[in-house]
């Protein structure tokens, strides 16, 4: 049997949170639409059900859901599923902690979420989430870890057009790597952080992949509520409801900053919003100690934009110098709406080594463009393009491929280990 664990919330911290920042940005922009595509306001059947990762990948996974209020009783029920048509019959049965939320329309609903934390490793399973007659569907997942070899995706912003347009990433991206451990978002999933029925849409476009495969989310600047000047003054009330991530990272950025260690990779999630001298100390600390073979680590905001008249000084100074020192493998960002790559990203500040190996991509998934800048770090660039990325951890190499709507392939290159301790990057790979 199961141990159950709750995920710790409370309703006064949400409802409060709500009322002091509700008023604070356009009414407007954060107003659904007169003519939805989709239902987005709560019902008594469970929406927007999305999966992650607890602390330990190995046996924990974190459940997250949506009712009416009414609906204050939840309950998730799990099985091991061995293939008989009676796998559900006896499930294992968690009671969900719950939280109200009101949204600037005054309509309410209750969110849910139950930590499940001793699951066996290499296992499959079904499990549903909901209470009386109103149940989602069976919803099957797996709990294997390739140690020395797994995939994962990697989608840049999504931002707008999500039920129209970037639905047709995920589904590409679903087909083209359905073996895939976990998919990878860089932030900026909607536009107006307040908007339910952006969030509506993002749910309804992610829904082929996010409630059976964990999901791993950083916030972007459209997460986040702003006033009538344009700055951010708090993360957008939805984000805490919706998305439950590993309490591993810095008190003051709990949710939004955090690690995952998957297979013989150090995963590092941090928050390019805010506080970013305070993630320093945090960020060295996982990169000094750190026993994985490959490192990864993904924010927002690009440490050198790839788009035209932008600048990232606070990353570019405080986080580039421990990238280079502890030569990460890997920094995925999104932010500039453009498609770039490079391992040569020279800061031109002459206060660290530039030479460390370190690889840097953007991406964007959504349909919003900008247009590209002519930087020199980039050796590989593209602007109006939509793209997902499969990314393949092996024992002594890291691939990487980024991937067209129409699942056609558009840039391909290969991180491997060396001697010197500088990673070597192969590109110009025949396909």
């Known amino acids: ?204 476009a992610g829904s082929s992949m996010i409630n059976s495969v964990p999901q791993i989310i950083v916030p972007g600047n459209h997460e986040y509520v702003k006033n009538e000047k344009g700055e951010k003054i708090g993360i957008s009330p939805l984000w805490n409801p919706h998305f439950n991530f590993p309490q591993n990272g810095p008190k003051e950025l709990a949710n939004t900053a955090y690690s995952v260690d998957y297979g013989n990779c150090r995963f590092i999630m941090l928050n390019s919003n805010e506080q970013i001298e305070n993630q320093v100390s945090w960020l060295e600390g996982k990169l000094k100690d750190n026993p994985h073979t490959w490192t990864v680590v993904m924010f927002h905001h690009p440490v050198i934009s790839a788009a035209e008249g932008r600048i990232n000084e606070g990353v570019l100074r405080n986080w580039k110098p421990l990238l280079d020192k502890y030569k990460v493998d890997l920094v995925l960002q999104g932010h500039d709406h453009v498609y770039a790559r490079g391992n040569k990203v020279d800061s031109e500040l002459n206060e660290w080594d530039e030479a460390s190996g370190t690889v840097y991509v953007v991406s964007v998934a959504g349909r919003k463009m900008y247009p590209i800048s002519n930087h020199p770090w980039m050796q590989k660039k593209a602007q109006n393009l939509q793209t997902f990325q499969v990314i393949s951890v092996e024992t002594n190499k890291i691939v990487f491929e980024s991937f067209k709507t129409d699942g056609s392939l558009f840039d391909k290159f290969e991180i491997k280990k060396t001697s010197s301790g500088i990673n070597e990057l192969i590109e110009n790979l025949n396909y």
């Open 1 to 204: 049997m199961f141990k159950e664990i709750f995920i710790k919330s409370a309703i006064f911290t949400y409802v409060v949170f709500f009322y002091s920042l509700s008023f604070s940005q356009s009414l407007e922009k954060n107003t659904p639409t007169e003519n939805p595509q989709i239902p987005f306001k709560a019902s008594a059947i469970p929406d927007r059900l999305i999966m992650g990762f607890g602390e330990n990948p190995y046996s924990e996974r974190v459940f997250t859901w949506r009712t009416i209020t009414a609906e204050a009783t939840q309950e998730l029920q799990i099985a091991q599923n061995d293939g008989s048509v009676d796998f559900y019959k006896d499930p294992d049965i968690f009671n969900a902690k719950s939280v109200l939320f009101v949204s600037l329309q005054k309509d309410s609903a209750r969110y849910h979420s139950v930590k499940i934390e001793n699951l066996i490793p290499n296992s499959s399973y079904s499990y549903r989430v909901g209470s009386g007659d109103n149940w989602s569907s069976w919803i099957d997942f797996d709990t294997n870890i390739l140690e020395e070899s797994f995939k994962f995706i990697y989608l840049g912003d999504a931002q707008s057009d999500l039920y129209s347009l970037w639905s047709r990433v995920v589904q590409s991206a679903s087909k083209k790597a359905p073996d895939a451990k976990f998919v990878m978002h860089v932030g900026d999933l909607i536009n107006h952080s307040q908007n339910d029925y952006e969030w509506a849409e993002w749910f309804w």
